[in-house]
Nanobody, 120 residues
């Protein structure tokens, strides 16, 4: 059974950094595109970043320049390095695996999420 387990969330001050991890168990990790979404209270889940099997990346406008998505296939792990965090980044962050439809990333499986709170 495939599982995605996020970790690395927590409380951080504005301007700080966090690195989220997503450990995947199951079939071949490298065969999937992977991504991060987030959901703030009272808001819909929104796309943050994705990375293809070949390492191609795409970011939301809010993440561009501050967040970096990466994957380490040998460890079956996906990462999201988040720098210069802002209170608006406060949300539950979800790891996903999925596939591309042309350039659009379509998640097909989700992790349980990890809470990120940015506050002074």
């Amino acid at each position: 059974q495939v599982q995605l387990v996020e970790s690395g969330g927590g409380l951080v001050q504005p301007g700080g950094s966090l690195r989220l991890s997503c450990a995947r168990s199951g079939s071949i990790f490298s065969s999937w595109a992977m991504g991060w979404h987030r959901q703030a209270p009272g808001k819909q889940r929104e796309f943050v970043a994705r990375i293809t099997r070949g390492g191609g990346t795409m970011y939301s406008d809010s993440a561009k320049g501050r967040f970096t998505i990466s994957r380490e296939d040998a460890k079956n792990t996906l990462y999201l390095q988040m720098n210069d965090l802002k209170p608006d980044d406060t949300a539950v962050y979800y790891c996903s695996e999925g596939y591309l439809v042309q350039s659009d990333y379509v998640p097909s499986r989700w992790g349980q999420g990890t809470q990120v709170t940015v506050s002074s």
